[in-house]
């Protein structure tokens, strides 16, 4: 886990993430730079490497992380290994410049390719040391190892291929990395030995000796190869391993000295060197000839240019001219001042060269001297000197006037931009078709620009004033300011005039409308109401009223002529507010005022008030009319409504009187059942004999029907009632013959006396407590204990209380059934089974009964199918299987 974090680390730091130029190995960790050791390896060797390549442009650096700082070296650091020109570098002593610096030397070293992963240009200004090595080896890697190719690897492996190739043939050199395999120096030394054995007597070295072969290799490569002592053998030789980084920058350059196609074209020069003296001795003169003759005339050019003090107008030129002048310094200068040294060290080398070889001196044409042209260059850096301090002064000269200029040119801008649209707004007539409220906020609205205006005074007079500054200083552009500052005025001058005019319009605009808002609101206040009225007056007059009795709609026809008497004073008031109206139109008129829109305070109109009364004054005649048509028409429904209310109050009352007669036969016993059954017939025709009066208060209630009338206050009686109990009487007469004749044929049937009967009877209505014809539940238990059963305590009596639509045992049923049914000699061995069902569809209320033996009797006989009377069962006794249906009688339905 620690491993893959360091390397990872040191990865973000150091490489170029996905584009890496380079791979990384997995051995690397980021403690590396944090050991003192190996830091100290990184910075001497870091530091030799850069100074190899900076002496070439004549400097060096001593302390990697404080020389670099300013970018400045760092810059020409790139520009010497890339043979690349960077941008031109910040002169300027300050953090900013620095980093700007810094900045430009690391987008450089972006644009080889390389992505800088937690590098900044901040740290390298601070001089943080380990982000100043890991930029330096991100260029000795980019510029030093990237490049290496060996049998199709490259970069690291490349160059670890190429050492492995070179030292194969050495016994005692096994290169496996960059670190602990050149500890012992033997590497080293085996590469100096494979490229130049004259150097090196490989043959004394020892590998127990790692400090000689260490020393003999660095001192070697120093002195012959111009590779510069990167490291000391102590720095390798006590540390347990090595910086790979440090021993892979020393490798590369041990590459770069042997390798390639320029160290071959070296080694073959050499061969020819003694060949190519005289030849290259007199290239060396016309070179240095024509050297001399190109930066005499560039001198003689250039100092007519520096000498030049014609100033320009705008301090734009002379910026350019400074430009220029910086340009001249940084890009122009800076080759010559190469060339002259080079001329110098040509002339040294060719006066040597000639001294060697016998040859007598060279001297140069005419004015050609080095003297000569020291003393041209002495010249031309005076004219420099001078030059620079006049463009200095005359930039700050027309920089004040440039300041004075600008801030004209921004006062009258802004003077200018306030004034824009601003004579077209005083001029606008829009007062003339505002609203009152619309004119308030002009005023409030002009009441402001005249406070902005006096406030803009100040900038008028400021403007004038640094106009007037500007001429006397002479400005290149006076004519322009002058012109400029004049319109300003004479535009100020006219806006004073436009703004009293605007104000004297809009108060004499604002009094005139203030009266008619007055009026305005005047007509308002009493149209608002009048036409209220109006609209409420139409909407009762068409009102489709529905009335029910003549007190409904005599009280409708005197609100009505309630209303007509308002009419006159209503008409009165129509008057005046339409003369509000003509008075606003008069003050229209005489003053010319150009109304903008209509009566702000209502939408309603003269017109529409004068159409609404027309149309008030056509609706109170048609409101007549319809109120005469609907009282005759109710005087004609109170006519229907007595005639029918006069019959019902005497049909329902007979029905019902009719209804307690029948009750009172089919329980009383009066007579035998032939004299109830006689008499009930009489009673059934009489009630047919009524049916015409039903049928023509039938007829009446179709009248009513027809007329719309739904309540009749003379009567409770309503059509349904009366058919309702007309259906049931017929019904119950009908019901109770033939409950008697069922009586007949079950008498006659069992053959029971009358006196019986009578007994039965008398029995039955003795337990009809509430004498409702039947006997429920609790009554028929009453019937039950009275002759002797104890059906409280009976385990085997299960029974149900009397609820509503639960079984109940009527006259009929009591008198011809059960009660001769309990005195029968069954009881003595049976127990049975009833259910008892009073309709078809409720469910059956069962209980089991096991008499005691009272009497024998062998009257009892079935009932005739039809008859009123229970399904029961007889049920063994003794049975395990519980009770089993062995007979059944079939269910007598409805009483």
């Not at 001042?337 to 005419?366: D, G, H, W, Y």
């Not at 709609?553 to 507010?577: C, M, N, V, W, Y």
């Not at 049931?728 to 019986?756: C, F, H, V, Y």
Request: net charge negative; with cysteine.
């Amino acid at each position: 886990m620690d491993h893959h974090h360091h390397q990872q680390h040191h990865h973000n730091q150091y490489d170029g993430g996905e584009n890496d130029y380079m791979p990384q190995e997995d051995d690397w960790d980021r403690d590396m730079l944090l050991d003192p050791a190996w830091e100290k390896q990184q910075r001497k060797t870091f530091t030799a490497w850069c100074n190899s390549h900076l002496r070439k442009a004549g400097t060096q650096i001593d302390n990697i992380e404080e020389d670099f700082r300013d970018g400045l070296k760092l810059m020409l650091l790139l520009e010497v290994i890339s043979g690349e020109r960077l941008a031109k570098p910040e002169r300027g002593k300050m953090r900013v410049h620095k980093i700007s610096n810094v900045n430009k030397a690391l987008d450089f070293i972006a644009s080889k390719g390389v992505k800088l992963v937690s590098i900044g240009a901040e740290e390298i200004v601070d001089g943080n040391a380990k982000m100043t090595l890991g930029m330096i080896w991100t260029i000795i890697l980019r510029f030093a190892i990237q490049d290496i190719s060996v049998e199709e690897t490259s970069a690291k492996e490349g160059l670890l291929l190429w050492c492995q190739r070179k030292t194969a043939p050495y016994k005692n050199v096994n290169i496996q990395n960059f670190h602990i395999s050149w500890k012992d120096g033997l590497g080293f030394c085996a590469l100096i030995h494979r490229h130049r054995p004259e150097l090196i007597d490989y043959g004394k070295l020892r590998k127990d000796d790692p400090m000689t072969n260490l020393n003999t290799a660095f001192d070697v490569a120093e002195k012959y190869l111009d590779i510069p002592k990167m490291l000391d053998a102590e720095d390798i030789v006590g540390t347990a391993r090595p910086d790979e980084k440090a021993i892979m920058t020393y490798v590369s350059s041990f590459y770069h000295a042997f390798s390639g196609a320029q160290k071959a074209e070296t080694a073959a020069n050499r061969i020819c060197k003694v060949l190519a003296v005289n030849q290259e001795n007199e290239q060396l003169m016309e070179d240095y000839e024509k050297l001399a003759s190109d930066l005499l005339e560039w001198i003689r050019r250039t100092i007519p240019w520096l000498e030049n003090r014609v100033p320009e107008n705008t301090m734009q030129a002379m910026q350019q001219k400074l430009e220029d002048f910086r340009d001249y310094r940084r890009l122009h200068k800076p080759p010559k001042v190469q060339e002259k040294c080079q001329l110098e060290i040509n002339f040294n080398t060719l006066q040597t060269k000639l001294r060697l070889s016998n040859r007598p001196a060279f001297m140069p044409s005419e004015g050609k001297m080095v003297s000569d042209i020291s003393n041209a260059w002495g010249g031309l850096e005076g004219a420099e000197k001078g030059y620079e301090e006049w463009l200095l002064n005359e930039i700050r000269r027309l920089e004040r006037l440039d300041h004075l200029a600008e801030k004209f040119r921004q006062k009258a801008a802004i003077h200018e931009a306030w004034t824009d649209g601003k004579e077209e707004m005083l001029q606008d007539k829009d007062f003339e078709t505002a609203t009152l409220s619309e004119i308030k906020a002009l005023l409030k609205k002009h009441e402001a620009f005249e406070s902005d205006l006096a406030a803009h005074q100040d900038r008028v007079e400021q403007i004038a004033a640094i106009a007037q500054e500007l001429n006397e200083l002479e400005y290149y552009d006076s004519p322009s300011v002058n012109a400029r500052c004049q319109r300003i005025c004479d535009q100020w001058d006219l806006l004073g005039v436009l703004t009293q005019k605007r104000s004297e319009a809009l108060q004499r605009t604002e009094k005139l409308l203030e009266t008619i808002d007055q009026l305005y609101l005047e007509f308002a206040k009493r149209a608002a109401p009048f036409n209220n009225w109006m609209e409420g007056a139409m909407e009762d007059l068409q009102d489709t009223f529905i009335v029910h009795t003549i007190e409904e709609i005599q009280g409708l026809s005197t609100a009505h002529e309630q209303f007509k008497a308002t009419l006159p004073e209503a008409d009165k008031e129509r008057q005046a507010i339409l003369g509000i109206h003509n008075e606003i139109a008069k003050i229209v008129q005489t003053y010319h005022v150009n109304m903008a829109g209509t009566n702000p305070y209502t939408t309603i109109n003269p017109q529409e008030i004068n159409a609404k009364w027309d149309k008030v004054r056509q609706l109170v005649p048609q409101r007549d009319q319809a109120l005469v048509e609907e009282h005759a028409r109710q005087q004609n429904n109170e006519r229907l409504r007595r005639q029918f209310a006069n019959q019902a109050n005497v049909i329902g009352p007979w029905i019902q009187t009719k209804m307690e007669e029948i009750g009172r036969i089919s329980i009383e016993m009066h007579g035998t059942l032939e004299d109830q059954l006689t008499h009930l017939r009489q009673y059934e025709k009489s009630i047919v004999n009524y049916k015409p009066k039903i049928d023509q208060l039938e007829g009446d209630h179709q009248l009513i029907q027809e007329a719309l009338i739904f309540d009749n206050k003379h009567t409770n009686y309503t059509m349904e009632h009366i058919r309702v109990g007309w259906e049931q009487l017929l019904t119950t007469i009908a019901r109770t013959i033939n409950e008697i004749e069922n009586q007949i044929l079950t008498r006659d049937a069992k053959g029971i006396s009358q006196d019986q009967m009578n007994e039965f009877r008398a029995s039955f209505n003795h337990f009809d407590r509430d004498h409702s014809g039947a006997l429920g539940a609790e009554e028929f238990k009453a019937c039950l204990i009275s002759l002797g059963f104890d059906i409280g305590n009976d385990a085997q009596v299960h029974t149900h209380r009397h609820q509503p639509g639960s079984s109940a045992i009527n006259h009929t049923l009591f008198v011809f059934v059960f009660f001769p049914f309990l005195l029968s000699s069954f009881f003595r061995s049976r127990s049975y089974f009833f259910q008892f069902s009073l309709n078809p569809s409720s469910k059956m209320t069962p209980f089991t009964y096991t008499p005691p033996i009272l009497f024998r009797s062998s009257s009892f006989s079935p009932l005739l199918p039809g008859s009123v009377c229970p399904s029961w069962v007889p049920v063994e006794e003794n049975r395990h299987d519980g009770c089993r249906r062995l007979q059944s009688l079939p269910h007598l339905h409805g009483l």
